[in-house]
């Protein structure tokens, strides 16, 4: 009997972590508002030499962050849809070993790449433009020469993403 482990799974929650590019407008927001009560509050006038001006400044990069964490919602969100729709509708499913795996460096500057079954995948940690499954054996990924896996994927701009990884235990 074949029982496989899910390791990546676009339809659970593992489609919501790639949200988390959200948090840095946020973070840059919330630094801002810190520094903004710094200098509200510099009661001895020698920290910041011109306080109105470096208000000012402030508070244009804090509505700077304001509009980059609304782009990052509109375009996130826009590609999470996409990619669920293509998950739902016209996803591809291969299964077999994994065979022609170049593991990626764990420096970067190189794909992870492999054929299971007849089918190229490739993939690299520090692409977090789509949704599928891209962590390099380099690393912790679980993808490795001679595994048995069954994939579930998307074709995106002639490329195959993984959207449901699975590897035979």
Do not use: C, W
């Not at 065979?99 to 190229?120: A, I, L, Q, R």
């Amino acid at each position: 009997m074949n029982s496989f482990e899910i390791i990546y799974d676009f339809a659970s929650i593992d489609g919501f972590k790639k949200f988390q590019i959200l948090l840095i407008p946020v973070g840059i927001f919330l630094f801002l508002k810190f520094i903004l009560f710094l200098i509200e509050n510099d009661e001895e006038e020698n920290l910041f030499k011109d306080p109105e001006h470096q208000k000012f400044i402030v508070k244009i990069i804090q509505y700077l962050s304001i509009l980059l964490f609304f782009l990052f919602s509109i375009l996130f969100g826009y590609g999470y849809y996409k990619t669920n729709d293509l998950y739902h509708n016209a996803k591809f499913q291969t299964e077999g070993f994994v065979t022609n795996f170049h593991p990626m460096p764990s420096g970067g500057h190189e794909d992870e790449t492999f054929t299971v079954n007849g089918v190229k995948f490739e993939f690299s940690d520090f692409d977090i433009s789509g949704f599928g499954y891209n962590n390099s054996k380099s690393h912790g990924g679980a993808i490795d020469a001679n595994k048995y896996v069954r994939i579930s994927y998307i074709r995106i701009k002639n490329s195959n993403q993984i959207l449901k990884l699975e590897v035979r235990k």
